[in-house]
């Protein structure tokens, strides 16, 4: 708008200067001469005023004397009323708070505890929905301080209020991340679109913190001798089925071991046996007597 108001008196003052120059001399073609040039430079800048080029990533809003128009400026060269007005805003992805910060929120759990989380979030604009935003909130600015802030504020606070507090300290953050993505995207409408949230770090007071570190620490230690049993059954279950197998290769040995199967046995060995060595043979009283081979009897 300032560049209609200076291309305005650009041609007002060429106007001004063409009126006043003198009727006769050569002062008369200068003065004029000076007055179409404000004049044509005027023109020039109403007609800059009128393009308007909205760049990538980039949606343009056009309103003039407090009518905003519907419909969206897309990227690209666009020729537009010259004293009316454009607002550009992002379509790209944006983060919020800007520049890799964190949003710290505090909020209750299901069991009244308060807890601090820093909350980040992706988000964008909807290019279709742009001038009704504008219409409605205001600038980008004024939409993110406003839609996205309150947005994620309520919906991370509504979200742990229906989680205890070991679940939001336990290690799957994702899943309640997406319940929050889910809460702000309720919170926000169609106004922007959620795209995703992450959870940094969550705080809670002292004592809380404590209790939490010694239920997991118990917890821990009930898993570690939970584990030493296991190891401790299972070698006992190994050592029965040892004892099964020695017992029942006993049991095939000694029903194997018949008379006639000995005395096979023993006839067979005589025979492998070098001359002279001494021998035990078997009698009916008990009594063993003492043989060696290839000699005469003891």
Known sequence: ??????????????????????????????????????????LVIAVLNSVVVISVGEVGVKH?????DPQPLTQGVHFVNPLASVEKMSIREQSFPQDGGVERIEAQTSEQLNVTLEVALLFRLDPDLAPDLYQRIGTE?????????????????DAVATKSINEIFSPNRREIAAEMRQA???????RIEVLDV?????????????????????????????????????????????????????????????PEYLTFHYIEQLGKMPAGSVVYVPTEGGVPLMREIGGGRR
């Open 198 to 258: 992450f959870v940094r770090d969550v705080q809670a007071p002292p004592k809380v913190r404590e209790a939490i570190e010694d239920k997991l620490q118990r917890e821990q230690q009930v898993a570690a001798e939970r584990f030493q049993t296991e190891i401790i059954q299972e070698r006992a279950r190994q050592k029965i089925e040892e004892a099964k197998g020695i017992a029942e290769a006993q049991k095939i040995i000694s029903e194997g071991l018949t």
């Open 184 to 190: 702000i995207q309720a919170k926000a409408g169609d």
């Open 1 to 42: 708008m300032g560049l209609v108001f200076l291309a305005v008196l650009t041609i007002l003052i060429g106007l001004v200067v063409r009126a006043a120059a003198p009727s006769t001399g050569a002062r008369e073609g200068a003065a004029r001469l000076a007055g179409y040039a404000l004049m044509f430079a005027g």
């Open 64 to 68: 003039f004397l407090g009518t905003v």
């Open 141 to 157: 600015r004024q939409i993110k301080s406003q839609i996205v802030l309150n947005s994620v504020r309520n919906g991370v606070r």
